[in-house]
């Protein structure tokens, strides 16, 4: 085998596409370049095409040497037989979560010669097969996980809004939504007939100079940014702001906790704890932890690293937005309305799980996307990728605290871009958008971790299943009963009859991602894309043209004319609310015939106000606007038919 071919057959034994059709549906054959890099990033010992045989020959030695695999799944609670491949005497033994050790009635394990099986199912929840061969031990963690997510019991027709709650005003908020905010909007809707507020993540963003508005970009999946708290009124200005200014939010929470004592440390759990200290040392020694110096850079933190008030004032935020957040998922649980939570696909590389979890995330990497329609030169979204071995060997433990912290509070729980479950684009840095390439994710696992949580903590599921979408996502999605995204500004672009929503999808006619309704039909967002950078001006007259031919075509379905926005916005809620769909979902903005989107996919918030555009209208104003008002209730009878 020559140099490229070893470094190919390496690649592919990584998991690392050698090629792949991209977005305009070219076949790209990946440069080598690219392959080293990110096979390095995941552990191989390369540096140039030479090294890739020798490479590949550790990599096969030490799959043949391990008895049995870091993660297996055992659907239902049937554990699938384990291969043994040493010879000589195997002892083996699971240990289930809560500590037992499995015997008698529950899964007892059966060796022989040539496997180990499991005589009877396990209980749901995450086990450790423990298995001894002459001294050697190793450890499997077992996803024992149901094959199909949580549901209501009974047929629903539900519906609801969603909203940026940065974004969310009324006459009494501060310079950002709260969580006040959030539960009127709850309430209001929910006396209209809806069961449902979903908003953008929740998780915490660096506040200060120069601050990292997006919701997607956070310092941590573990955490709840203390900037959703109710104050009570405290430091509210004097007048509503005109720009959701996180660093001047930050400073009004900050002032608020100002004389609240630390909680006992003793009393908290370790992550908790260990979170504080690191947005403490941020404030001493920078947010870049990768020019901490050594010992703090590798996780160690000594008293002299930290900031103590940084810390209390983080120890104090997380205890409180716990408090908050639990009571109102309470009070929200009585009226049978439910929150809609959203699992970002990454963090920011300065955040804490990348610096508390080094070794699971890939080094001078970016994630993001391969060129497309929409954004033909490519997308890097910004954060790190998780290693997926690592992961593996973990458990998939991160994966999972993630999922679980949302879900606990989730009645609907959003995945970004579930297509991460089976492959991401990574980038190498210095590299073109186009010079990455796909690295495949053990799908099977992360589906069971995503339906188990769902079970445990009684929360629906949906899947963000939209743009360049592999096969084993069109599968894996009803197989494990999560529900899929219809978007109508989609289909209107793609299908010249426009079909209708299923019984599988939730049903939508935007997201935060794409133009408002009234930004779609007269291409606002085509003229911010030429300014941006995102579309070359050469290519405006064609794309401006499918755009009117994709909004005729819904016009055309719905009976109504384009020039009558209005009408046509109450026509499409009505049709999407008649459909099979479970859940439809309008974008709150999209009420008034907002006609700009609060963010711009490929722009930066350093460029354009993404995430930092207040709400047009005030809650007091939405509550009493008899238009408004109209449209959801419209929704409403569509969905509940007399």
């Known amino acids: ?286 947010r870049n932890w990768l020019a901490w110096p050594t010992q703090a850079r590798a996780g160690t933190l000594e008293p002299d690293h930290i900031d103590p008030e940084e810390e209390r004032f983080h120890l104090v935020a997380q205890t409180l937005v716990r408090e908050q957040l639990h009571h109102l998922r309470q009070r929200l649980d009585r009226g049978g309305f439910r929150l809609g939570l959203d699992l970002a696909v990454g963090v920011h590389p300065d955040g804490y799980d990348p610096w508390s979890r080094q070794t699971l995330f890939g080094k001078g990497m970016s994630v993001g996307a391969p060129p497309d329609l929409g954004f033909p030169s490519g997308q890097d979204w910004g954060f790190p990728p998780v290693i997926p071995e690592e992961s593996r060997r973990d458990g998939h433990r991160y994966l999972a605290a993630s999922i679980a912290h949302l879900a606990e509070l989730a009645g609907v729980l959003r995945v970004d871009h579930i297509m991460a479950w089976t492959r991401l684009y990574w980038i190498p840095h210095g590299f073109g958008l186009h010079e990455g390439t796909y690295v495949s994710y053990p799908a099977e696992e992360l589906f069971a971790i995503l339906v188990l949580e769902s079970h445990r903590n009684r929360c629906e599921v949906v899947g963000e299943n939209l743009g360049t979408v592999p096969r084993e996502i069109d599968e894996a999605l009803p197989r494990h009963r999560i529900w899929g995204m219809y978007l109508a500004e989609f289909q209107a672009s793609k299908d010249p009859q426009v079909a209708a929503p299923t019984a599988a999808d939730v049903a939508l006619v935007g997201t935060h991602d794409t133009p408002t309704f009234a930004g779609w039909l007269t291409g606002t967002d085509i003229a911010e894309r030429i300014q941006y950078s995102l579309l070359v001006k050469e290519a405006e007259p064609s794309v401006r043209k499918e755009r009117l031919r994709a909004v005729r075509r819904l016009a055309r379905r719905l009976g109504r004319g384009v020039k009558e926005p209005r009408a046509l916005l109450a026509e499409l809620l009505e049709w999407l609310g008649g459909s099979d769909s479970p859940l439809v979902v309008a974008w709150l903005e999209d009420l008034w015939l907002e006609g700009r989107g609060v963010n711009l996919p490929g722009t930066r918030s350093s460029e354009r106000e993404n995430w930092q555009r207040p709400m047009r209208k005030l809650l007091d104003e939405i509550f009493t606007d008899p238009e408004i008002d109209q449209l959801v209730r419209r929704l409403h009878r569509a969905r509940n038919p007399e």
């Open 1 to 286: 085998m020559d140099e490229m071919g070893a470094l190919r057959s390496l690649a592919r034994a990584l998991g690392v596409h050698t090629c792949y059709t991209d977005g305009l549906g070219r076949r790209v054959t990946v440069a080598p370049e690219t392959l080293l890099r990110i096979c390095a990033a995941l552990g191989a010992h390369v540096e140039r095409p030479s090294d890739a045989a020798q490479a590949l020959k550790a990599h096969r030695a030490s799959r043949k040497t391990g008895l049995a695999p870091p993660v297996l799944v055992a659907w239902d609670g049937t554990l699938p037989p384990v291969a043994i491949t040493e010879a000589g005497p195997v002892h083996a033994e699971m240990r289930l979560e809560d500590g037992d050790v499995a015997d008698g009635d529950v899964a007892p394990l059966e060796v022989s010669s040539t496997e180990l099986r499991a005589t009877r199912s396990l209980p749901l929840g995450y086990h450790r097969l423990v298995v001894d061969h002459s001294g050697h031990v190793e450890t499997c963690t077992v996803i024992a996980a149901p094959m199909q997510t949580w549901r209501r019991p009974g047929s629903h027709r539900s519906w609801g809004l969603a909203t940026h709650l940065a974004a969310l005003r009324s006459a009494r908020s501060r310079t950002v939504g709260d969580l006040r905010d959030l539960e009127s909007l709850c309430r209001w809707v929910g006396e209209r007939g809806g069961d449902l507020v979903t908003v953008l993540p929740l998780n915490p963003t660096f506040n200060s100079e120069p601050p990292e508005p997006s919701p997607y970009s956070p310092v941590s999946r573990l955490f709840w940014s203390e900037l959703i708290l109710d104050l009570r009124d405290a430091h509210r200005p004097s007048a509503v702001p005109n720009t959701v200014d996180v660093t001047r939010a930050h400073a009004e929470v900050r002032s608020a906790l100002a004389t609240r004592p630390a909680p006992n440390p003793s009393l908290l759990d370790e992550e908790l704890v260990r979170y504080a200290r690191f947005r403490g040392a941020q404030a001493r020694l920078g």
